[in-house]
C-alpha cells in the first residue's frame, strides 16, 4: 500500500509530539507523510480541547475538507486528541463524514483502526484511557525527525484539577513514562541530528518514575555529548521542588528561561480556579531561581476575566506582571470548558475583558520588547536551526526561545554560534556572527 497522509495539528506541543509520533506509526503500513491536503488519502485533524471553541473549530475544519473533496475520492478521516476524547461516539453521530475517532491514549492503535476500516468499512471511536499501552509501543518506534529542535514527551496527565482545565478528563491522570525509555528516546533524538530536546508533559515537573524525577532526567539527558541544549514546558508551580530548582545550579545545558503558569496575581482568583499555590509561594520560587542565576527569566500564561475577577484582583495581575517582567509569555481571556467546574460560572463582560487584556498584553509586550532591547550590540549564544525561506540567512534560537536571524552559512546549522545582535523587535532578534570570539557573550 502505497498512500499519503496529511495530518493538521490544533493545539499544543503535545500535540505536534503526538502528531509526529503517528506519523512514524502509519509509515510501518504504507502511508508516506505529505504537506498537502490537497493529495492526501488519509486526512487526520489533531486537536487540543484548551482551544476555545475547540469542538466547533473540528467539524468547521471537517466541513472545509468536505467541500473540497466534494468531486473527488474522499479521504479517510480521522478525528485525533483530546476533542476526540471529549466527544467520542458523538462525533460518528454528529458528523457521518467522519470515519474513525481515537483519543490522544490510543494513538498507537491507529494502523490496526486504519486497516480494520479499510477492510470493513466500520467506523470506530477509540478513546479508553492507556498510556502504559501506548508508551509501550511507542518505545519500539525510532523518531526519525531531522529536526535541530526536538520534543519529548515523559508525562502525560494531571492531577491538579484546575476548575477551569479539561486536560484531567482527556489526557486523563498523571503518568510518568520509565525513565530508561525516555533516555533510549533521547538518544535516538540525538542520534538523528537533534541537539536541543524540550521535555514535554501537562504537568511535566510532577515527573516521577520509581525513584527517579525530572531533574534526575536532566542530568542524565545532560550526559549525551550530541545535546547542547535542554528545555522543559509545561509546568505546575506546586511541582517547582528544591531538588529541580537546585538543578540550575549544576547544569549546563539546561536553559535559563522557566515557564511557569502564574494565571492570576490575585490570591482569590487562584484559589476560585482550584490552583493550589499562592502568589506568595510563587514569589519564593521566583527568587530561589533568582539567587542561583539571575540571568533566570520567567515566562507564564494567564487567563483575564475569570468569573469573580474584579478591577482589584486584575490590577493584582498587572502588577505581578510589571515586578516579575514575564517574557514570552501568552495571556487570554476566560472561556468556559464543558464538563469542567467553571463551564457554568457567569462570565465577565467582554468588554471589560477585552479592555482588561489589552492592558495585560501590551505590558507583557513591553517587557519582550525592553528584553531585546537589552540584548542590542551584545553578543549571544545561538542554536542555529535551519535557513531562512530564501537561503540567505540562518534562523536560530536564543537561550530564551527567541527566534534569531543572522548572516550565517549552511555549515552552521546545528552548532551553538556566538551572534552579536544589531537590531530586534518584540518577537526576533537580528545579528551577525561574531568574528571575535574573545567578546563577551551576554
Not at 506546586?238 to 522557566?258: A, C, F, H, Q
Amino acid at each position: 500500500m502505497n498512500q499519503k497522509i496529511f495530518i493538521k495539528t490544533f493545539g499544543c506541543q503535545m500535540n505536534e509530539y503526538d502528531s509526529n509520533r503517528i506519523y512514524d506509526t502509519v509509515e510501518k503500513i504504507g502511508y508516506q507523510k505529505t504537506e498537502n491536503y490537497e493529495d492526501t488519502n488519509c486526512y487526520v485533524l489533531n486537536t487540543c480541547h484548551i482551544r476555545d471553541k475547540a469542538k466547533e473549530k473540528v467539524y468547521h475544519e471537517i466541513g472545509r475538507v468536505k467541500k473540497f473533496f466534494r468531486f473527488k475520492q474522499k479521504p479517510l478521516v480521522i478525528i485525533a486528541g483530546c476533542v476526540a476524547q471529549a466527544e467520542n461516539q458523538e462525533m460518528l453521530k454528529r458528523e457521518p463524514y467522519i470515519d474513525l475517532v481515537v483519543g490522544p491514549q490510543s494513538y498507537h492503535k491507529i494502523n490496526e483502526m486504519i486497516l480494520n476500516y479499510l477492510k470493513k468499512k466500520k467506523k470506530i471511536d477509540e478513546t479508553e484511557f492507556d498510556p502504559i499501552s501506548k508508551f509501550k509501543y511507542l518505545s519500539r518506534i525510532k523518531n526519525q525527525t531531522k529536526k535541530i529542535s526536538s520534543f519529548l514527551t515523559i508525562q502525560e496527565g494531571c492531577d491538579k484539577f484546575c476548575h477551569f482545565c479539561v486536560v484531567p478528563y482527556t489526557r486523563g491522570p498523571e503518568y510518568s513514562r520509565p525513565f530508561n525509555q525516555i533516555i533510549d528516546e533521547a538518544k535516538f533524538l540525538s542520534d538523528n541530528g537533534t541537539k536541543e530536546i524540550i521535555l514535554l508533559g501537562q504537568n511535566v515537573n510532577a515527573y516521577e518514575y520509581e525513584d527517579k524525577k525530572l531533574s534526575n532526567l536532566i542530568f542524565e539527558i545532560e550526559k549525551i555529548p550530541e545535546i547542547k541544549r535542554i528545555r522543559y514546558t509545561t509546568s505546575h508551580p506546586k511541582d517547582m521542588t528544591d531538588d529541580l530548582i537546585e538543578v540550575y545550579k549544576g547544569s549546563e545545558k539546561l536553559m535559563p528561561l522557566v515557564h511557569l503558569p502564574l494565571q492570576s496575581g490575585s490570591n482569590k482568583i487562584l484559589n476560585l480556579m482550584n490552583r493550589k499555590h499562592t502568589i506568595e509561594y510563587y514569589l519564593r520560587i521566583f527568587d530561589k531561581l533568582k539567587k542561583i542565576n539571575n540571568n533566570i527569566e520567567f515566562s507564564s500564561d494567564f487567563i483575564i476575566g475569570y468569573p469573580g475577577e474584579n478591577n482589584i484582583d486584575f490590577n493584582k495581575t498587572y502588577e505581578i506582571i510589571k515586578k516579575i517582567k514575564f517574557i514570552n509569555s501568552f495571556s487570554f481571556i476566560f472561556s468556559p470548558r464543558p464538563g469542567t467546574v467553571a463551564s457554568n460560572l457567569n462570565l465577565i463582560e467582554k468588554k471589560i475583558c477585552m479592555e482588561r487584556l489589552e492592558k495585560i498584553q501590551n505590558q507583557l509586550y513591553e517587557n519582550q520588547i525592553n528584553m531585546n532591547k537589552s540584548l542590542e550590540d551584545k553578543v549571544i549564544n545561538v542554536l542555529a536551526e535551519n535557513l531562512t525561506e530564501d537561503g540567505k540567512k540562518v534562523f536560530g534560537k536564543s537561550e530564551y526561545m527567541t527566534s534569531v536571524i543572522f548572516n550565517g552559512k549552511d555549515k552552521d546549522i546545528g552548532k551553538i554560534v556566538p551572534v552579536k545582535i544589531i537590531k530586534s523587535n518584540r518577537s526576533t532578534l537580528f545579528g551577525e556572527l561574531d568574528v571575535n570570539l574573545n567578546q563577551k557573550v551576554a
